[in-house]
Nanobody, 123 residues
Framework: QVQLAESGGGLVQAGGSLRLSCAASGRTFNSYTMGWFRQAPGKEREFVAAVTKSGITTYYTGSVKGRFTIARDNAKNTVYLQMNSLKPEDTAVYYC????????????????WGQGTQVTVSS
């Protein structure tokens, strides 16, 4: 029903920047809160950022606030995660996710998931 496809991951040096994109299928993109999660090896999946349906309100986990920016373009059915001042601790697989209607920071509440894209930050 809703398919998500991430792109933009890769290898970057500490202090560098990367922009992730997530393209969504369907005609109801603006009915969903969009989120980014990440998972490092041996760790639980962690909330990173989310943006509400209109794109007006955003949420971030404390460790990325001030460095990462989430945004959406409803005309293009696309959500972005701009990552600046990257640290080795940011290394993880990053997942795009969609939740019908209203905001949540819990991975269990999200309805659709992308395949993930690897982000590696070297020191």
């Amino acid at each position: 029903q809703v398919q998500l496809a991430e792109s933009g991951g890769g290898l970057v040096q500490a202090g560098g920047s990367l922009r992730l994109s997530c393209a969504a299928s369907g005609r109801t993109f603006n009915s969903y809160t969009m989120g980014w999660f990440r998972q490092a090896p041996g760790k639980e999946r962690e909330f990173v950022a989310a943006v509400t349906k209109s794109g007006i309100t955003t949420y971030y986990t404390g460790s990325v606030k001030g460095r990462f920016t989430i945004a959406r373009d409803n005309a293009k059915n696309t959500v972005y995660l701009q990552m600046n001042s990257l640290k080795p601790e940011d290394t993880a697989v990053y997942y795009c996710a969609a939740k019908f209607e209203y905001y949540s920071d819990s991975s269990y509440d999200y309805d659709y998931w992308g395949q993930g894209t690897q982000v590696t930050v070297s020191s």
